[in-house]
């Protein structure tokens, strides 16, 4: 039996950045294309992003960075999915990511990464078509 039920998406805010206009954006974008949205709030750990993830069902993790430790909370927040038996949940970025940066994050399990400047509708459609995919 699938799942039923609207998308929902866990969207964070991890490490030491303050600037959330970007992740706010996405969140109420994909709010209004119907999605269950859950944001985090600024300054969340890896563990607090999973934690959160879990315990809310989630289908999917947003995370916003733009303070450059981009491939260190990543890798840690796959990691603790990987050890929570939570592969199932998809995790996409966006935020202030080099291009050389991206394909070793799809390496390590990140679905997607958006950079600046991507139109939230294309957000929006990413997350209909590769969310519960089957």
């Known amino acids: 039996m699938g799942v039923t039920g609207p998308i929902r998406v866990v969207v964070a805010k991890p490490g030491l950045d303050g600037h959330d206009r970007g992740a706010k954006v996405i969140a109420r974008a994909l709010r209004d294309a119907g999605m269950e949205v859950i944001y985090t709030g600024l300054h969340q750990t890896p563990e607090q992003i999973v934690d959160t ?9 947003g995370m916003s960075i733009l303070s450059g430790a981009h491939n260190t909370l990543f890798t840690r927040v796959i990691e603790l999915l990987r050890e929570r038996e939570a592969e199932d949940i998809t995790v996409f970025g966006g935020g202030i ?3 050389d940066d991206i394909p070793p994050l799809k390496e390590k399990g990140v679905a997607e990464i958006f950079t600046p400047g991507v139109p939230t509708g294309d957000v929006v459609a990413w997350v209909r078509s590769h969310v519960r995919a089957a």
């Open 53 to 61: 993830a879990i315990q809310e069902d989630a289908d999917a993790i």
């Open 97 to 99: 990511i080099p291009e």
